[in-house]
């Protein structure tokens, strides 16, 4: 099964210097990178290589993230994703529309999310998101 990776796993792997508590994320992801299960959104490419302050860093991340080629979209994906977050919003839940989109990605292709956003957990209560534990 493939596996949509959320920002918050890579910006760990790759833009922090990785705390001992997070390692087993980072291994996991090490993991499915050399399994070829990983998929990266355009959206999360953004968002990993928005706010960096040094071109060198920023090239570095760009180069590495570029053995990644972008999961082409559908208009479902799109449409599915605005539902997800109508449905959450309409419970109280809040989150961020990159966030809805790699639910629909992953739900329209029977994929789970890799994220250490609890935001997800919330989302679980009223979509049908899998999570990769």
């Known amino acids: 099964m493939r596996v949509v990776v959320d920002t918050s796993v890579w ?3 790759l833009r922090r210097n990785t705390p001992s508590q997070a390692m087993p994320v980072v291994n996991q992801l090490r993991d499915l990178i050399v399994d070829g299960r990983v998929v990266l ?5 953004q968002e990993v290589l928005s706010g960096i302050r040094h071109v060198e ?6 180069n590495y993230l570029r053995a990644f ?4 979209l559908t208009t479902e994906d799109y449409e ?9 919003r309409t419970h109280g839940i809040q989150g961020a529309n990159t966030d809805f989109l790699l ?6 292709r029977d994929w789970c999310i890799m994220t250490i956003d609890k935001d997800f ?5 009223y979509i049908p998101v ?3 534990s």
């Open 121 to 125: 957990e919330s989302f679980q209560a």
């Open 57 to 62: 860093q920023f090239t570095r991340l760009r």
């Open 69 to 72: 080629g972008d999961l082409e």
């Open 41 to 45: 959104l355009g959206a999360v490419r």
């Open 11 to 13: 910006s760990l792997a």
């Open 103 to 108: 639910c629909a990605v992953a739900h329209n």
């Open 80 to 88: 599915l994703a605005a539902e997800f977050y109508n449905t959450c």
């Open 130 to 132: 899998r999570l990769f």
